[in-house]
């Protein structure tokens, strides 16, 4: 966490997924804090709404629940995200809402191609930017055993598509194509180049450039 006194845009996540937090840190991204809603977002999916179209409306609108809150202080960027998965048909797929459908998105899933769509949106008051990736991925052919020991592990009922690549389901998966960070939740390269647009970068940028400077 950065000090109160530090001057430079604070990155506040306004999601309270570990896996985003985790890739952000990996990446060296400092955050301040987890950015709380001021009003809970409803994900239900519009009728007819694309995959795309539907990640980009909720990742905007938890930004905007979030920047909500009164009183941010001074320098405060926050980031929101939401993920998709669009089945073989096309048709979005968010969280399972119990054991039952989540065996159902998995067993749509075996042995097909599908996207998983991330967006990603950050602002803070004055101005906002957000980005959409797409990543396709393949699926073994999954036996119902496999689906229902899958599904008991409870891993799947908060991941859209019931699934995550960064776990378990990792090695159901034959074949990636596009950014394998988009799919655990978080593309990072367009992440970078959004947050760089309100000058937060890396904190391994920082101690580059004092190096830098330390050596003239």
């Keep these: 966490m950065r000090p109160e006194s530090d001057p430079r845009p604070a990155l506040w996540l306004a999601s309270g997924s570990p896996r985003r937090r985790e890739l952000l840190e990996q990446a060296g991204f400092v955050i301040a804090g987890r950015a709380r809603p001021a009003r809970e977002v409803d994900e239900s999916l519009l009728p007819g709404e694309s995959a795309e179209s539907a990640v980009l409306r909720l990742a905007r609108a938890k930004l ?19 993920t998709l998965v669009a089945g073989a048909d096309g048709r979005p797929m968010g969280k399972p809402v119990d054991a039952a459908e989540a065996e159902a998105m998995l067993a749509s899933l075996s042995g097909q191609w599908h ?17 959409v990736v797409a990543s396709r991925l393949r699926f073994a052919r999954l036996s119902s055993e496999v689906i229902r020991a899958y599904v008991a592990t409870g ?5 859209a598509g019931g699934y995550g690549l960064q776990g378990r389901a990792g090695s159901f998966v034959e074949t990636i194509e596009g950014d394998c960070s988009a799919v655990i939740g978080l593309p990072l390269a367009e992440t970078g180049r959004l947050l760089a647009l309100f000058g937060i970068r890396p904190a391994w940028m920082d101690r580059t450039r004092n190096d830098n400077e330390n050596q003239k």
């Design 155 to 159: 891993e799947p009922l908060d991941k």
């Design 115 to 131: 996207q998983v769509i991330t967006a990603v949106a950050v602002g803070d008051g004055e101005q906002r930017h957000d980005a």
């Design 64 to 82: 905007d629940a979030a920047l909500a809150v009164p009183s941010w202080p001074p320098g405060a960027v926050l980031l929101a995200a939401d």
